[in-house]
């Protein structure tokens, strides 16, 4: 089983930032280089988006046009961790944010429970 345990979310005002990160543990993690690793946020009434994806090697990003120039995603693989710095945050980027980890193999996928994050005007 794979966990995904989101950090650093909170309050933000407009302009400000954030790091989200997401720590991977579990026992069928042998190493976090078998995943392609994401980002997904869901405001309230709203369906669940793509923010951001980053290669199992980390050398290759996606991003929604939402983020792009302002959202960097990059992974520590010795770490487990993936993380999503968020720069010039808009109220619009308020949302519950979720990690997930898509193995490259088996294509399988496994979310965290989301760590909220609030920007206000």
């Known amino acids: 089983q794979v966990r995904l345990v989101e950090s650093g979310g909170g309050l933000a005002q407009a302009g400000g930032s954030l790091r989200l990160s997401c720590a991977v543990s579990?026992?069928?993690?042998?190493?976090?280089?078998?995943?392609?690793m994401g980002w997904y946020r869901q405001a309230p009434g709203k369906e669940r988006e793509f923010v951001a994806s980053?290669?199992?090697?980390?050398?290759?990003?996606d991003y929604a046009d939402s983020v792009k120039g302002r959202f960097t995603i990059s992974r520590d693989n010795a770490k487990n961790t993936v993380y999503l710095q968020m720069n010039s945050l808009k109220p619009e980027d308020t949302a519950m944010y979720y990690c997930n980890a898509d193995h490259v193999v088996t294509r399988r996928i496994d979310w965290g429970q989301g760590t909220q994050v609030t920007v206000s005007a």
């Open positions: 980053i290669s199992s090697s980390g050398g290759s990003t």
């Open positions: 579990g026992r069928t993690i042998s190493s976090l280089r078998s995943y392609r």
